[in-house]
């Protein structure tokens, strides 16, 4: 929490890099971004790398660069989850438990991150949800 004042935006630390093998993971995905990214195929496309740059191959200023410049890409998702047990938000119908005639029809129910933009997974549980409150 920033401070007790409600008024004052949450602190919110999604803790990246907690666990070493996190950035370990990163750091192998830098390596292999960049050997994809000087390859002969994109010879006719390429200018040189912007970051975190030519110059920076010194693991110390890649593990520094790495925790300065990664982001959640905005994209939160998996705060609802769905099940039958005490624990969970929602049904497997998408109804959520103890409010009567609520439906939770978006990311938030997610159990896991997608490979890749969740649109369209979310229009998927939107036309889900859809069928089944139409019945």
């Not at 520094?64 to 939160?76: C, E, G, N, V």
Request: net charge negative; with cysteine.
């Amino acid at each position: 929490m920033a401070d007790a004042d409600p008024a004052t935006p949450p602190l919110i630390d999604p803790n990246f890099f907690g666990d070493d093998r996190d950035m370990v993971t990163m750091l192998t995905a830098l390596g292999m971004a960049r050997v994809l990214g000087s390859s002969p195929a994109f010879d006719l496309w390429r200018d040189k790398e912007a970051l975190p740059g030519p110059e920076v191959h010194d693991e110390s200023e890649l593990r520094d660069y790495l925790r300065r410049d990664t982001d959640p890409y905005q994209h939160a998702l998996g705060t609802c989850r769905i099940g039958t047990d005490p624990a969970a938000v929602v049904d497997p119908q998408l109804r959520a438990h103890g409010i009567d005639g609520l439906r939770v029809a978006d990311a938030s129910v997610m159990p896991t991150i997608p490979g890749a933009n969740p649109n369209a997974t979310v229009l998927a549980i939107a036309e889900r949800a859809a069928t089944m409150v139409g019945h």
